[in-house]
Structures are given as structure tokens and as C-alpha cells.
């Protein structure tokens, strides 16, 4: 009987440790959960990237309170698991259970001190190889912005082939280096891990077929050399000035302070007309067509055409204007005026002040910008039905 008793009474001081240790843990993450909440952990810094938050503090904070709530369950779950076995134990009853479960308990904490102990040499290899691939990664980096920013230069390679060149050196050596470390990854030869390797295979290659599309495209772009950050273009019906240039998609504020983004596969299937590159070597050309009648003196409507593009401050003074007749038409003659530009960033202003000044000229000279028509009324009907 006094035995029984001794059993039980040693049976309720292990449940009652068990207890204190389970609300211990409970207690000291509450406490960790209140100071983040709080925000008194004043370590906690966000994080820049190029003058944008990108991880904010709140963001940090919910981050470490979900944690600690995931770690304060595994710890109290761990200490029921490990603690159940030495509280049965010491009742008769259950006595041979509780020497199963420990030896369980004892078996299971072995595999895992054996697995961790003999994955440390992999975990210094890993560290190893991923030290290399940075070192290398940050070497390319110094390179190739060099490079980019014409401080190094190679012949046959063009500064804007940098940063793309770069981006696919990374890529691939990054590839290269998880093929080196998948092995030495926990779980590297079981089913699982491979059946995982499997579907997100198939989920990329079922999903990601047009981001492929737009990443070759991007590349082929680049290596084109079709336009630069900070250039001033045409794509299809869109004209701007292009802010960023990936590989999957270009973006491009408009002149109307439109930000538009475009596929880079879009772009590889239209029409890229650079006004930069153009007006860098002062060939960029404005033109517009008017029709006169016939009555009015060709000379004198190119005259005045010259002088209504010479009156605009945006026109070139060092290359005249010229005018071309592109068409005789039936009641009137199509006058095209071509005027030299260096404000590619003011494209929309220019033909406005040209118009203007059209106008303004043409109405000092008593001529009048339109496209006449005539018609012919016979005083008598008249058969037309031809004769066969």
C-alpha cells in the first residue's frame, strides 16, 4: 500500500514539473509576444533597398510574433511528448507502456542528435559553396557596372549589355551551385523531396511559358541595342521616355506622365522607333503635311511653310527646314514641311508650336489652309450610257 502511494506521489511530482515547464514556456513567450507588440525591441531597424522600405518594422515584428507563436507550440508539444513517458512510468499500471514509449522517445531523440551530427560537414560545405558563389557574384557585379557606366571598356561590348549580361551570368551560376549542394540537402534522396522536385517542375513549365517568352525576348532586346534607359521612343502607339528595361516587361512614362508597361515579347513583334539616338546626331526630323489649292504659288507656300517652323524656338537654327510635295491631287497639292529638332523630350510641344505658327503665317499672307473641291452641273441632262 505504502508503495502504491510512493508511485503516486512520484507520479504527481513529474506531472507537476511537467506542468511548471509547459507554463513556463507558455509564459516566457507571452512575454516575447507582449514586447513585440509594444515595439520595445529598439534593435529593430527596416530595411532599405535604394531609398524604398522594403521590410518595414511592423513587417519584422508580425514576422518574429508568428514565430514565436509556431515555437512556443513545438516547444510545449516536445515537453508533453518527452514528459508523458517519466509520469506513466511510475504507476504500476502503466509502468510497461511508459518503458516503450521512452525507449521510443529515447530512439527517435538519438536519430535526430545522429542526423544533425551528420549533417554538420555538409553544412560547412554548403556554407563553402554558397561563400564562392557570392564572391564570385559580387566580383561579376563590380565588372560588369563598370562596364555599364563606361568606366571599363571592351571593344565589341556595349555598356548596355552589361547589366543584362550580368543577370544571366548570375542566373547560371546560381544554377550551378544548387546543382552542387542539392545532394548534401537534408532529404536529397527521398521520395518526397523528389516527388516535390517533379510538380514544381511540371507547375513552372505548365505555368511560366509566356515569362520564358518574355525573358528571351528581354535578352534579344538588350543585345539589339533598340533603346536605353532614359530614351525617348516610339513602341507601336505608345511614345515616351523608358524608366526601366527587364527582362520580362519595359516600362515607360509617356509624355502625358502615363507610366505604361509592356511585355518585352510585344515589343520584339512592333515597331521601335528611337527619337534619342536620333536627335543625338541631329538628324530627328518633324513633319507635318497641309494641302493648298492650285491657285496659290507653290514658292510662296514653301516660303511661308520655312518661316512658320523657323519661328518655332524648338526647331533647330543650324539645319534649315525643307519642304516636299508629296502629292498632286485632283482639286489641291500636298505640302509636307520637315523641320530638324534636338528636344526629343518635348516631341508633342514642338508640333504644337509648329501648328501655331502655321496657322499664323498662312493667315498674315491671306491664304487659307484647306483642301478645295469642285463640282460641275451640265445646264442640259446628257445621256452617258456608253455606246456599244
Known amino acids: 500500500m505504502l ?34 507588440t509594444k515595439k520595445q525591441l529598439s534593435w529593430l531597424k527596416p530595411v532599405h533597398f535604394k531609398n524604398n522600405e522594403i521590410i518595414s518594422v511592423d513587417m519584422m515584428a508580425m514576422t518574429l510574433a508568428n514565430t514565436v507563436r509556431v515555437l512556443q507550440w513545438v516547444l510545449i508539444l516536445s515537453a508533453l511528448y518527452i514528459s508523458i513517458p517519466y509520469i506513466l512510468q511510475e504507476l504500476p499500471t502503466t509502468h510497461d507502456y511508459a518503458v516503450t514509449l521512452m525507449s521510443s522517445v529515447q530512439k527517435n531523440l538519438w536519430q535526430v542528435g545522429d542526423s544533425l551530427l551528420n549533417f554538420i560537414p555538409n553544412v560547412f560545405f554548403i556554407a563553402f559553396v554558397i561563400f564562392i558563389t557570392r564572391g564570385i557574384v559580387k566580383f561579376l557585379k563590380f565588372i560588369f557596372s563598370k562596364i555599364e557606366r ?15 549580361t550580368f543577370q544571366l551570368l548570375r542566373f547560371l551560376i546560381c544554377m550551378f551551385a544548387l546543382v552542387i549542394i542539392y545532394p548534401y540537402l537534408p532529404g ?33 532586346i538588350s543585345y539589339m541595342r533598340a533603346f536605353r534607359i532614359g530614351d525617348y521612343v516610339k513602341i507601336g ?3 515616351g521616355r523608358v524608366v526601366e528595361k527587364g527582362l520580362i516587361v519595359t516600362k515607360m512614362m509617356t509624355y502625358k506622365n502615363e507610366e505604361i508597361t509592356i511585355p518585352n515579347t510585344q515589343i520584339l513583334s512592333s515597331q521601335v522607333t528611337n527619337y534619342t539616338t ?31 517652323a523657323e519661328r518655332s524656338p524648338l526647331i533647330s537654327k543650324d539645319r534649315k527646314p525643307f519642304v516636299l510635295q508629296t502629292a498632286l491631287n485632283d482639286y489641291h497639292i500636298s505640302y509636307q514641311l520637315n523641320a530638324f529638332t534636338g528636344h526629343e523630350d518635348k516631341i508633342p510641344g514642338a508640333y504644337s508650336e509648329l501648328h501655331q505658327n502655321l496657322q499664323q503665317v498662312f493667315s498674315e499672307n491671306k491664304v487659307e ?19 456599244l
Open 237 to 239: 502607339d505608345s511614345m
Open 3 to 36: 508503495d502504491n502511494y510512493t508511485f503516486h506521489i512520484k507520479a504527481l511530482v513529474n506531472l507537476g514539473i511537467s506542468v511548471a515547464i509547459i507554463f513556463a514556456i507558455f509564459y516566457c513567450c507571452q512575454f516575447i509576444l507582449r514586447l513585440l
Open 369 to 387: 489652309i484647306m483642301s478645295p473641291g469642285f463640282t460641275v452641273l451640265r445646264n442640259q441632262p446628257k445621256d452617258t450610257t456608253p455606246v
Open 150 to 164: 563606361g568606366e571599363l571598356v571592351i571593344d565589341g561590348f556595349y555598356a548596355e549589355w552589361g547589366n543584362t
Open 278 to 308: 536620333q536627335a543625338q546626331s541631329k538628324d530627328l526630323i518633324l513633319y507635318t503635311t497641309i494641302t493648298i489649292g492650285y491657285d496659290t504659288p507653290w514658292p510662296k507656300v514653301h516660303q511661308m511653310m520655312i518661316e512658320a
Open 188 to 220: 536529397a534522396g527521398t521520395k518526397a523531396l523528389e516527388g516535390v522536385s517533379v510538380f514544381v517542375g511540371l507547375m513552372i513549365s505548365l505555368g511560366s511559358s509566356s515569362a520564358i517568352a518574355n525573358i528571351i525576348a528581354g535578352v534579344m
